[in-house]
């Protein structure tokens, strides 16, 4: 016989976890559905910033509406997100720095804490750093990183605190339809039947989709990322950094390190089911090339790791946020390597799309599915380069 609940939600990576959360605070008791464990896919290996700076207004205030939960996460979640305030600095080429300056005013237009800064201001916030090849960037002081694992498993612990149900080691195997509805899932040993069902599969969120009939437009996106040990004399932090002019961002971690990751070189249509232990050949070696331009006392640092992970991308490298298919069946995925940051609003968005119909803490309707249909592809109002090349 079937089990019941009131919605199926398939992954609990941050996306499925921030839906859960915040469809248990309206009073529903959802199942979380996870064929690995909380945080196995790009959740558990997501580089974890947490800034506003984007070229698109809708991503720009989902990042913000979600830095209230980062920065006050005990008093809103419980327990801690392993939020770091580092500051953020976003630098671009000269030939970008207009729209630079447009978007860091829309930012400022949506209450962000961000203002533009001249190259002379980073070297005095990071001496170690070389500053001579751009002449503005975007500062964020309140911005830095936070740990995706422990924010899945806190939002989670949360939702199970006010009766969701998170099952494990449990694969969604088929999504069961009647007359154009959902009406449930079957796993391995059980099958559940419930009004609503909710696609947060991250890489593979086309193959989940698909088991309602439903085509989506997401593809895999692999992305390596490398730890280094920064030698003593660097000091004890330096900002988290997002560098176009060498397609690069970095970050500290605790213990001496710096995380790096690179914009270029990340494969698309890989199996998600891939090596992500290991990085690809050869790229260590193009990040070490990467931060030492940006650092050049990096060359006396070491190696500590190295590891990929997988995300779900679309052709315009935004989400999608809507119901789709048949009626009750909703898509959360397609994050397109950016999505940690936004997982609490777009939870609660979501959690209101499904319940009210319309999302009000921020307007979803940009993510909708159709937008590729309609031609209507997301890009900024004042556009950088696609971030993945
Ligand atoms: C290396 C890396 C670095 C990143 N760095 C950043 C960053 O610094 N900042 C940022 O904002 N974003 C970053 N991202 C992107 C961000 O991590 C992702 O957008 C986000 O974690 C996606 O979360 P999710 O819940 O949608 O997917 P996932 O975390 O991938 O979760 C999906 C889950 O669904 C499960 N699943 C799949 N199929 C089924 C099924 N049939 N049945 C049951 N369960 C299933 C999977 O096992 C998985 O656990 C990074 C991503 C990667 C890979």
């Given at each position: 016989m079937a089990e019941t609940a009131d919605a199926v939600i398939i992954g609990a990576g941050i996306h499925g976890a921030s839906l859960a959360f915040h469809l248990a605070q309206r009073g529903l008791k959802p199942v979380i559905l996870e064929k690995r464990f909380v945080a196995a896919g790009a959740t558990g290996r997501s580089s974890g910033l947490v800034r506003m700076?984007?070229?698109?207004e809708p991503e720009s205030a989902l990042a913000w509406a979600s830095y209230r939960y980062f920065s006050r996460w005990d008093e809103?979640?419980?327990?801690?997100?392993?939020?770091?305030?580092t500051g953020f600095v976003q630098i671009v080429a000269p030939a970008a720095e207009a729209a630079l300056r447009a978007n860091v005013a829309m930012h400022q237009r949506l209450g962000i804490p961000s203002l533009l800064v001249t190259s002379d201001d980073i070297r005095r916030l990071?001496?170690?750093?070389?500053?001579?090849?751009?002449a503005v960037a975007a500062y964020e002081p309140e911005s830095g990183y936070a740990d995706p694992t422990a924010s899945a498993a806190g939002l989670l612990e949360a939702a199970r605190r006010k009766g969701a149900r998170l099952m494990q080691d449990t694969r969604v195997q088929a999504i069961r339809t009647q007359a154009g509805r959902v009406v449930g899932v079957d796993t391995g040993g059980v099958s559940i039947d419930a009004p609503i069902v909710v696609n947060a599969a991250g890489a593979w969120a086309a193959e989940v989709g698909k088991l309602a009939g439903v085509d989506l437009p997401v593809t895999t996106w692999r992305h390596d990322t490398a730890f280094f040990i920064r030698p003593p004399?660097?000091?004890?932090t330096h900002p988290t950094v997002i560098d176009f002019i060498n397609s690069m961002y970095f970050r500290p971690e605790t213990g001496r390190l710096t995380l790096v990751g690179l914009?270029?070189?990340?494969?698309?249509?890989?199996?998600?089911?891939?090596?992500?232990?290991r990085a690809l050949s050869g790229f260590v070696e193009r990040a070490i090339e990467r931060i030492c331009r940006r650092i050049p006392a990096m060359e006396r640092g070491g190696l500590h790791s190295a590891h990929g992970g997988y995300d779900g991308i679309t052709p315009d490298q935004r989400a999608i946020l809507d119901q789709v298919g048949p009626e009750g069946f909703f898509a959360v995925c397609g994050?397109?390597?950016?999505g940690f940051k936004i997982g609490p609003a777009a939870g609660a968005c979501m959690a209101e799309r499904i319940l009210d119909g319309r999302a009000t803490t921020v307007d979803i309707t940009p993510f909708r599915l159709s937008r590729f249909s309609e031609g209507k592809p997301l890009t900024g109002e004042h556009a950088y380069e696609s971030i993945w090349r």
């Open positions: 700076h984007y070229d698109l809103i979640v419980g327990g801690d997100c392993g939020f770091h305030r990071a001496p170690a750093f070389v500053t001579d090849d751009f004399d660097l000091g004890p914009e270029d070189g990340n494969p698309l249509g890989l199996s998600p089911e891939g090596d992500s232990e994050f397109s390597g950016t």
